[in-house]
C-alpha cells in the first residue's frame, strides 16, 4: 500500500511538471509571434501610420470631382450625434458631449487630390472613416478602420459606401 501511494504521488508530481511546462510552451510560443515594436519597427518614429487613402468611384458617376474632404474620427460621429438628440442633456452643446466622447483623441482631416489620392499619419487604435462624394448620385462612407503598423491602404468603392442616394 505503501510503494502504491509513493507512485500516485509521482505520477501527480510528474503532471504537474508537465503541465507547467506546456503552459510555459505555449506562452514562448505566442510571445514569439508578437509584433516587434522596438527601433527596427516598420512604425514612424512617432508611432503613427500612414493611412493611404484611394477613391474608386463607379464608372457611371461621369467626371465627378475626386478632391473631396475626409474625416478620420476616434468615434463614429453619427452614432455620437444620434445618442446625443436621442437622451437629451440639460446644458450640454453637442460639441461638448462629442469632446467626452472621444477621450481626448482629436479629429483628423484629410482632402483627396484630383487623383482621388490621399496619405495622413493615424495614431493605432480604432477610428471612423467618413466621407461624401456628390455628383448625381451622392455616396457617402462611414467605415470602422483598425489602424496598426507602418502603412495601411483603405479604398473607396461603391461596394463599401454606407448610402447611395440620388442628388436633386
Known sequence: ???QRFS????ALAL???LLVALGAAGWMVYKKLPDNGP???LST???TTLQILLQP???MGKTSRDIPVEISPVDIMAVRHEFFVEPRAGQRFDEFLHQRMNGRKLINARLDSQGRAAVSVPPGNWWLHAILSGE?????RLPL????????IELTPQNAYTRSKSF
Not at 500516485?8 to 505520477?11: G, N, T, V
Not at 448620385?137 to 462612407?141: G, I, P, R, S, V
Request: charged residues 20%.
Open 1 to 3: 500500500m505503501n510503494s
Open 8 to 11: 500516485y504521488r509521482l505520477l
Open 16 to 18: 504537474r511538471l508537465a
Open 40 to 42: 527596427s519597427s516598420s
Open 46 to 48: 512617432s508611432g503613427q
Open 58 to 60: 463607379p464608372a457611371d
Open 137 to 141: 448620385e451622392d455616396l457617402e462612407w
Open 146 to 153: 483598425s489602424i496598426n503598423g507602418g502603412k495601411q491602404t
